[in-house]
């Protein structure tokens, strides 16, 4: 039990686990099945299953579920079992093959390797407070696609129903245009369909929308994103400035008062 302790708590061998079972994943993606690759396909599973019970064991469980990283990994891990049922029964008595869908989930356990990168929680706490100081922003980004959308979908689903024939389909085609995806196809396709006047009114409407929404909403929600990250990196510095001012005025007071006995 100890050898498999120290076997599975080694972050270097559960690496290379990870990085075989997506070799193998990627192998058999091609199509391309053996005897071999069959009999490895569900070792994984297990061998993901035994760490996380020996580091449930080993950490009890409240401790090893509030990592964030073990967090993932029990995610995972369950979702990945349902595939070791197709060992257990056969093709013939039951379809099982969708539950082989679920072997791919074992591949994000690759982002375990990002733990190994310098100044990596560093990066996710930054990433997270980024997040949390702009959800406002883009839940009025994705209030203004939408009723962009509708709109859109009122005024063109008649001349370009591939594009805006219902609110689902203007919905996407206005976010592509947002992100500035071939957006003068849709004008350019609306001008061979309609006269001359809806034309190019078609094309001023998708000018402007492209530009106050696309262009410059956009870039708001994306300043707002980084500014958020880098406040992090401002509120250390600031910290900081306090601190040495605060040792600066306490060095400053013990002066005084050395120099107030020394007169005395």
Known sequence: MNIFKRIFLNDFFILGLIIANALLIFIQEFQFSSIILDFFEPLFTVAFIVEMLIKINEYKFNNYISDGWNKLDFILVLLSIPSLAIVFFSNNIIQLNILLIFRVFRVFKFFRLIRFFPNVTHLVISVHRAIKASYIVFAGFFLLIFIVSLVTCSLFKNIVPEYFGNPIESFYSIFR????????????????????????????????????????????????????????????????????????????????????????
């Not at 396709?189 to 006047?197: F, G, P």
Request: hydrophobic share 45%; with cysteine; charged share 20%.
């Open 177 to 264: 245009l947002f992100s500035v995806e071939g957006w003068y196809e849709i004008p350019d396709l609306i001008a061979t369909r309609a006269n001359m006047t809806i034309a190019v009114l078609s094309k001023m409407y998708f000018v402007i929308l492209l530009f106050c929404s696309g262009i410059l909403g956009l870039s708001l929600v994306n300043s707002i994103f980084v500014d958020a990250m880098i406040s992090d990196n401002n509120d250390e510095l600031k910290n900081e400035v306090s601190e040495l001012s605060a040792k600066i005025e306490e060095l400053t007071k013990n002066i005084e008062k050395l120099n107030q006995k020394h007169s005395h």
